[in-house]
């Protein structure tokens, strides 16, 4: 299929955070004081996440991101590095190290507050200088906890017979040069309504498909948790990918490792339909665990599975 011996599997280019978790008995009101739990300190970010499931399934893996020069930042890089993701592309500097501070009350729900940091600073700059690993990289991986500047940037950047992936995660309307380079452009439901403009979309997720195919992408997957996700291409009408059964602990950071699944497996030459079943299988794994990067299965447990 590629007639060029990469150095890498997968590059991602993305976020890394670190989680900051706390469970209450409820969210406090305004202006009021609640105790917690101890404070659970996690390694996270879509892009770190993503690096480090790749990494755990074989792939070989780099990371395009920036941290800070500060202790949350030499705990990122030390998770990617002990997953044995390349992080010769981790910047480090300009600002503090991206944080999420997480509370989780008794019935899992969560409230979020995220502090870009660093992630904010990953500039089309860093991007045209990494050249060279791109270059080096059979498929890049992106969302969009990063400045929608830089992913253009990658879009821009990309050298002809490496593949994009994008998983417009936060959602935000997408210019048409980096749509039209999307093979795939992977969305949950949210994502998929905030990427059609909202209002007008129906309830028909195979609708939703066949729309975002004509909005550019040469291929699209929409991811349905426990209904498995449908794949669309201008091959092949919309096919279905049956979910796997499971008994889900913890859907944190499942939608990254089924990104980072998908990209290695098409890389590799598998067909999208054939990704896509495979990624669902390392999502299914994933959720049946706690935490983020901590759920990330190997090779080895997904065939087990």
């Not at 940091?117 to 991007?127: F, H, I, Q």
């Not at 609708?207 to 794949?231: D, N, Q």
Request: proline content about 6%.
């Amino acid at each position: 299929m590629y007639d060029y011996d990469y150095d890498y599997d997968v590059l991602v280019v993305g976020s890394a955070n670190v989680d900051l978790v706390i469970g209450v008995e409820r969210r406090p009101a305004a202006g009021e004081t609640v105790l917690g739990s101890d404070l659970a300190v996690h390694p996270g970010g879509k892009g770190a996440n993503q690096a480090v499931a790749a990494a755990r399934l074989g792939a070989r893996t780099a990371l395009l991101a920036r941290v800070g020069d500060d202790a949350n930042g030499r705990l990122l890089l030390e998770s990617q590095q002990n997953a044995g993701v390349d992080t010769e592309g981790v910047l480090v500097g300009g600002a503090p190290t991206g944080v999420a501070l997480i509370t989780v009350d008794p019935s899992g729900d969560n409230s979020i507050v995220v502090s870009p940091g660093a992630n904010g600073r990953l500039t089309p700059e860093d991007v045209r200088a990494a050249g060279p690993l791109l270059h080096a990289s059979r498929v890049v991986s992106a969302q969009l906890e990063i400045p929608l500047e830089s992913v253009v940037e990658v879009v821009r950047q990309l050298p002809s017979g490496t593949r994009f992936v994008l998983n417009p995660s936060p959602p935000q309307p997408l210019p048409a040069e980096v749509l039209a380079a999307c093979d795939p452009l992977i969305v949950n439901e949210h994502e998929a309504r905030v990427i059609l403009g909202g209002g007008t979309v129906g309830d028909d997720p195979a609708a939703w498909a066949r729309e975002l195919l004509a909005s550019g992408p040469a291929s699209v997957v929409v991811t349905l948790g426990s209904e498995g996700a449908l794949v669309a291409s201008a091959e092949e009408e919309v096919v279905r990918v049956a979910p796997v059964k499971v008994d889900a602990v913890d859907t944190t950071g499942a939608g990254d490792s089924f990104t980072a699944a998908l990209a290695w497996k098409l890389g590799a030459g598998a067909s999208l339909v054939e990704a896509a079943a495979y990624a669902a299988r390392v999502g299914a794994v994933a959720v049946t665990r706690r935490g983020a990067q901590e759920s990330f299965p190997t090779t080895e447990e997904v065939e087990a599975l």
